[in-house]
C-alpha cells in the first residue's frame, strides 16, 4: 500500500516516467543549458581565469550537439525502457563534457563538485524516476569522471575528492529520487482510484433509475407543493399539498398551462426564468411566484424549479417544489417598506446616523461618511470603538449600559476619528433599538466642531485676557505704590525741609523787622505781615505734608481714618460716614488704595457736583470690602466722560491693583454713585523685633 493508496502497477509507473521525460526533457534542456552558460560566464570573470573565452565556448557547442538531436529521438520513442536509456545516456554526456572541461582547469576538482553535483541532482525533480535509475545515473557520470581524471591529472587527492563527491551525492540523490518515485507513485494511485470511482458512478446511476418509483411515491406525499411540468408549460403532475395551495383538483389541474396559474403582474418574469431553465443557463431556480387561488386572492409561493433530465442527458421536463410564504412575504414587504422608509430618511439628514450591534457598525448614513471620510465598505470593517478618541471609548461603553437600563436616550459629546487621522467634535444621540431581530444601538450624531472649537479659542482667549488683566493689575499696583512712595517722599520733603526752611526765613524776616521797628515803623509792619503769610504758607504746607502722607492709616485703620477724613472735609457739603459692619486691619496696599479712592470721590463731589450731601459707606462681609461714596449732586454720562478725567482714572487704577473693580453709577441731575469692591486681605502681623 501507498499511505492508505493501493499501490499502482509497474506498468502504470514506467508509464508515468516515460510521460515525464517527454513532457520536461525540453524544459530540462533549456534550463541546463541556461545554468550551464552562467557558469561558464562566472568562472570566466573570476580573478584565476579557471576558463577561457574558448572553453566556454567548447562546452555549449558540446552541450547543444548532444541535446539538440536527442530531443526529437525522445519525442517519437513509445517504449519507456528506450526513452529512459537514451534520457540517461545524454545526461551521461553532458557530464563527461564537463568532466573534460574541468580537468583542463587550474581547479578541476572545484569545478566539477559544483556542475556534476547538479546535474545528478536536478534529474530526479525533472524526470521523478526511481532511485535504481538514479543510482546507474551516478555510476554513468562519475565513473567515466573518475577514469578521465586519472589520466589527465593523475593526483590520488583529486581522485579522492571525487570519490567524496560521488558518495556524497549518491546519498542524496537516491534519497531524493525515492521522495519523487514515492509521490509519483501515489499521483498514479489516486488516479487509479478516481477511475474507479467514476465506474462505481455509472453503476449507480441504475440504481438512480431504479430509485425513481421511490420518488414518485415521495412526490405525492411531500408536506409542501410539488408540481411537475412538461417542456411545453402544461402541468403533468401535482401532489395534494399543491392541489390545497390553489383549491383546485388534480383533474382540473393537469392539463392546464401553469401560466394560467401565475399573476398576470409576475407572469413576464416567470416566463423569463423557464427560458433560461429551458436554455441550461441555469440548473435551478428559486423565486417567489404569485399564484391565483381558485377564489381569486393571490397567493405568495416559494417555487424552486428543477430541469430533470433523462439518462441520455435530455430535457424531460421540469419539478418545481412551492411552499405558501404569503403570511412570511407580507411581513417582510412590510419591513422592507420600512427600512425603505428608515434609508431614505437617515440618507437625507444632515445627521450622522449609525447602527452599532455587537460593537459593529452594521449601517452608517451619507452624513457619517461625509463626516469621517471612510467610505461605507471601510466603515462596515471598523468597530466602534475604532471611530473614537481613546478617551472616549470607555465612556461609550458606560452610556450604551445605561441606555440598556434607561429607555430615554443619552446625549453626550464625543469625538470622531477621521481617515485622515483627525477627530472631529459630534453631539451623539445614544438609543436602543432591534435590528434584524436582535438588539442595537442607534447612534445620532451632529458635527459640533466648529462650535467646540469657537469654545476652546473663547476659552483660551477668556485665558489670555485673564493674564493680561492679572498683569493690568500688577502694573496698576505698582504704579500705585511707587505714586504713594512718591507722596511719601514728598511729603517728608515738604515737612522736614521746606517747612523747616520757611520757619527759618520767618524767624529772619521777625529778626529784621525788630531792628527797623524804630527807625521804620512802616516797613516794620510790613515784614509783620510777610511773617504771618509765611506762617500760614508753613501751616498749609505741613497739612498738605500730612494729606500727602496719612499717618493716621498707620496708627487708626481704615474705617477711623476714613471719619476722619469725611469729618475733615465737610464743609457747606455735610460728609457722612456710615459703617455697618465692622472693617478689620487690612494690608498696607488695601487701606491705602481704598482711602485715597475715597478721598479723591470725595473731593470730586465737592469741586463738581454741587452736592447738598455725600455719604460714604464701608461694609465687609464673605471676604469682600464694599466701598461706597453717594452724593446727590448733579451727576453726569459715565459713557461720555471724558478720557482725561484723572481723578476717575486713578480711583480705577487703585482699585484694579488691589484686585477688585470699580462700578460708577450716575445720570444727570440724580446724583453719582462710586462703588469699589476687593477682597478682603487682612493685615499679616509684623513680627516682634
Not at 453717594?630 to 488691589?658: C, H, K, N, W, Y
Request: proline letters at 5%; glycine letters at 6%.
Amino acid at each position: 500500500m501507498v499511505g492508505s493508496l493501493p499501490r499502482p502497477s509497474p506498468d502504470r509507473v514506467r508509464l508515468a516516467e516515460r510521460d515525464l521525460i517527454h513532457a520536461r526533457l525540453p524544459l530540462f534542456a533549456v534550463v541546463w543549458l541556461a545554468t550551464s552558460l552562467l557558469w561558464s560566464y562566472e568562472l570566466t570573470r573570476d580573478a584565476t581565469g579557471i576558463l577561457t573565452g574558448g572553453a566556454v565556448l567548447a562546452i555549449a557547442i558540446a552541450e547543444l550537439a548532444i541535446v539538440l538531436p536527442a530531443l526529437p529521438v525522445v519525442a517519437r520513442i513509445s517504449d519507456p525502457l528506450p526513452v529512459r536509456v537514451i534520457t540517461l545516456g545524454v545526461l551521461a554526456l553532458l557530464g563527461l563534457v564537463w568532466t573534460v572541461a574541468a580537468s583542463l582547469t587550474l581547479a578541476p576538482v572545484l569545478v566539477a563538485s559544483v556542475v556534476l553535483p547538479v546535474l545528478v541532482l536536478m534529474t530526479p525533480i525533472f524526470f521523478g524516476w526511481s532511485w535504481q535509475v538514479e543510482l546507474a545515473l551516478l555510476a554513468a557520470i562519475f565513473l567515466p569522471a573518475s577514469a578521465w581524471m586519472s589520466i589527465t591529472t593523475p593526483d590520488p587527492a583529486v581522485l579522492r575528492d571525487l570519490a567524496v563527491i560521488f558518495f556524497g551525492c549518491a546519498a542524496l540523490g537516491v534519497a531524493l529520487a525515492a521522495r519523487v518515485a514515492h509521490d509519483l507513485r501515489i499521483r498514479i494511485a489516486r488516479r487509479e482510484q478516481e477511475e474507479a470511482a467514476e465506474h462505481a458512478l455509472a453503476e449507480s446511476r441504475q440504481a438512480l433509475l431504479e430509485s425513481e418509483e421511490r420518488f414518485r411515491i415521495a412526490f405525492y406525499q411531500a408536506p409542501i407543493g410539488m408540481i411537475m411540468v412538461g417542456l411545453d408549460g402544461g402541468i403533468l403532475q401535482v401532489n395534494a399539498a399543491f392541489e390545497r395551495m390553489q383549491g383546485r383538483g388534480a383533474a382540473e389541474l393537469v392539463g392546464t398551462p401553469v401560466d394560467a396559474l401565475i399573476h398576470p403582474d409576475g407572469l413576464e418574469m416567470a416566463r423569463v426564468e423557464r427560458r433560461r431553465l429551458l436554455s441550461g443557463e441555469v440548473d435551478a431556480l428559486e423565486s417567489v411566484l404569485h399564484l391565483r387561488h381558485r377564489d381569486g386572492h393571490v397567493v405568495f409561493a416559494r417555487v424552486t424549479r428543477t430541469l430533470v433530465r433523462d439518462s441520455d442527458g435530455v430535457p424531460s421536463h421540469m419539478l418545481g417544489q412551492a411552499e405558501d410564504v404569503t403570511e412570511r412575504w407580507r411581513a417582510e414587504e412590510a419591513l422592507r417598506a420600512s427600512e425603505h422608509m428608515f434609508r431614505t430618511f437617515t440618507e437625507s439628514m444632515p445627521a450622522g446616523v449609525v447602527i452599532v450591534q455587537d460593537g459593529v457598525i452594521r449601517y452608517a448614513n451619507a452624513a457619517v461618511t461625509t463626516l469621517t471620510s471612510f467610505d461605507r465598505e471601510e466603515l462596515g470593517n471598523l468597530t466602534a470603538g475604532t471611530l473614537l478618541h481613546p478617551d472616549d471609548r470607555a465612556a461609550l461603553v458606560t452610556s450604551g449600559a445605561r441606555v440598556r437600563d434607561e429607555p430615554p436616550p443619552a446625549r453626550v459629546e464625543y469625538r470622531l476619528r477621521t481617515k485622515q487621522g483627525g477627530y472631529r467634535w459630534v453631539d451623539l444621540t445614544i438609543g436602543m433599538i432591534e435590528h434584524e431581530g436582535r438588539p442595537a444601538l442607534l447612534l445620532t450624531a451632529f458635527d459640533i466642531t466648529e462650535r467646540r472649537n469657537a469654545e476652546e479659542a473663547l476659552r483660551a482667549s477668556l485665558d489670555e485676557l485673564q493674564q493680561r488683566k492679572e498683569q493690568l493689575r500688577l502694573l496698576a499696583q505698582r504704579q500705585v505704590r511707587v505714586r504713594e512712595e512718591e507722596r511719601r517722599r514728598l511729603g517728608f520733603d515738604l515737612h522736614d525741609d521746606v517747612c523747616q526752611e520757611l520757619v527759618g526765613t520767618g524767624i529772619m524776616v521777625e529778626s529784621v523787622r525788630e531792628r527797623l521797628h524804630a527807625t521804620d515803623p512802616e516797613a516794620s509792619q510790613k515784614l509783620a505781615r510777610v511773617g504771618r503769610q509765611l506762617n500760614e504758607l508753613g501751616e498749609h504746607l505741613r497739612l498738605l505734608a500730612r494729606e500727602l502722607r496719612p499717618m493716621l492709616l498707620h496708627d487708626l485703620g481704615l474705617e477711623d481714618s476714613v471719619r476722619s477724613l469725611a469729618a475733615g472735609m465737610s464743609t457747606t457739603t455735610p460728609v457722612t460716614t456710615r459703617v455697618p459692619t465692622p472693617i478689620p486691619r487690612l494690608g498696607d496696599d488695601v487701606e491705602v488704595a481704598v482711602y485715597r479712592i475715597v478721598q479723591e470721590a470725595i473731593t470730586n463731589a465737592l469741586r463738581h457736583a454741587n452736592a447738598h450731601e455725600i455719604v460714604v459707606t464701608l461694609a465687609a462681609a464673605e471676604g469682600v470690602l464694599t466701598v461706597e461714596i453717594r452724593d446727590d449732586g448733579g451727576g453726569f454720562e459715565p459713557q461720555t466722560r471724558q478720557r482725561d478725567a484723572l481723578g476717575l482714572v486713578s480711583m480705577e487704577e487703585r482699585a484694579l491693583a488691589i484686585g477688585g473693580r470699580m462700578q460708577v453709577v450716575s445720570a444727570p441731575g440724580r446724583g453719582t454713585t462710586i462703588l469699589v469692591t476687593c477682597p478682603l486681605i487682612r493685615r499679616v502681623p509684623r513680627p516682634a523685633a
